[in-house]
């Protein structure tokens, strides 16, 4: 089983400013890996999909980098809509599909 | 629109059984596999199940293999989820998920809203 590990847990960051949250796998996923958006009370949703591609109606400040065992979110511009639990997720070797434990970003 | 409806959630008895449901619309049900995960209350998110589009095809993560049966009824556009012998640990609201990229296998968009299992301790 893949192991995904998401650093830090926990990341406060101003309004304006950037965010820069990252995805280790404890093996090579290639670019097989995406990037989710949870906020309270609602499913998830998908940003970033084959480690570098926005999804359908994903604004511009969303980027992914990386490839390999190396990923990395940046939301360049945080807006208050952007406050949530962030989630990476492998799927280039399943079953299991992985999960990362979440970075939670705050307001600070 | 594509759209996936969970429900039959509730509280049970460890256990018990419980079946849940995900009704689909706005695409080809029998050409997508689809998939179960559950998210524990204040937990991340974690892969349940996934079946392929003909239903012939399953997999189980190693938690809930012998316990839970996954299911589809491609006439009805209607995904189960069978799960008996349940523990406290099985409580969770699970989503129903679509791949987003490829009718086989990806990362999931778009996801249902969620049904919530109980099971006490």
């Known amino acids: 089983e893949i192991v995904m590990a998401q650093s830090p847990a926990t990341l406060s960051v101003s309004p304006g400013e950037r965010a820069t949250l990252s995805c280790r796998a404890s093996q090579s996923v290639s670019s097989n890996l995406a990037w989710y958006q949870q906020k309270p009370g609602q499913a998830p949703r998908l940003l970033i999909y084959g480690a570098s591609t926005r999804a359908t109606g994903i604004p511009a400040r969303f980027s992914g980098s990386g490839s390999g065992t190396e990923f990395t979110l940046t939301i360049s511009s945080l807006q208050s809509e952007d406050f949530a639990v962030y989630y990476c997720q492998q799927y280039n070797n399943w079953p299991p599909y992985t999960f990362g434990q979440g970075t939670k970003l705050e307001i600070k | 629109e594509v759209q996936l409806l969970e429900s039959g959630g509730g509280l049970v008895q460890p256990g018990g059984s419980l079946r849940l449901s995900c009704a689909a619309s706005?695409?080809?049900?029998?050409?997508?596999?689809l998939s179960w995960v559950r998210q524990a209350p204040g937990k991340g998110l974690k892969w349940v199940s996934t079946i392929s589009g003909s239903g012939g095809s399953t997999y189980y993560a190693d938690s809930v293999k012998g316990r839970f049966t996954i299911s589809r009824d491609n006439s009805k556009n209607t995904l189960y989820l069978q799960m008996n012998s349940l523990r406290a640990e099985d409580t969770a609201v699970y989503y129903c998920a679509r791949p987003y990229t490829s009718g086989w296998a990806g990362c999931f968009d778009p996801w249902g809203q969620g049904t919530l299992v109980t099971v006490p301790s």
């Open positions: 706005g695409f080809t049900f029998s050409s997508y596999a």
